[in-house]
């Protein structure tokens, strides 16, 4: 059983930092996207960014953020423990959502569409205090 397990939400002040992790069980994500998205209340949900990468060096990997994020949020991997993580820095209070792992098996690009994941944790809360 395929398992996406976030952690490492919280509460903090505008201007401060997170970091999020994704644990995956049940599979190897090697090759296929994996990313974050976040829904922030009353709106759909959002691509932030997403990894693909192809071996265990990073320079084959390729990456896609966001706008609103670039800069700011940095993607990254930990093949030996099949985890993603998600630096973020510089938190503004329109970060607050809850942010969702997700995974694409489907097909080997990483797409900016939630419609296109297949695999998808459960979500942590992530509040940015002004």
């Known amino acids: 059983q395929v398992q996406l397990v976030e952690s490492g939400g919280g509460l903090v002040q505008a201007g401060g930092s997170l970091r999020l992790s994704c644990a995956a069980s049940?599979?190897?994500?090697?090759?296929?996207?994996v990313g974050w998205f976040r829904q922030a209340p009353g709106k759909e949900r959002e691509f932030v960014v997403a990894?693909?990468?192809?071996?265990?060096?990073?320079?084959?990997?390729?990456?896609s953020y966001a706008n609103s994020v670039k800069g700011r949020f940095t993607i990254s991997r930990d093949n030996a423990k099949n985890t993603i993580y998600l630096q973020m820095n510089s938190l503004k209070p329109e970060d607050t959502a809850v942010y969702y792992c997700?995974?694409?098996?489907?097909?080997?690009?990483?797409?900016?569409?939630?419609?296109?994941?297949?695999?998808w944790g459960q979500g942590t809360q992530v509040t940015v205090s002004s």
């Open positions: 990894i693909r990468w192809t071996g265990y060096t990073t320079s084959g990997d390729t990456t």
């Open positions: 049940g599979r190897t994500f090697s090759g296929f996207p």
């Open positions: 997700a995974a694409r098996t489907t097909a080997y690009r990483i797409s900016p569409f939630e419609r296109d994941y297949n695999y």
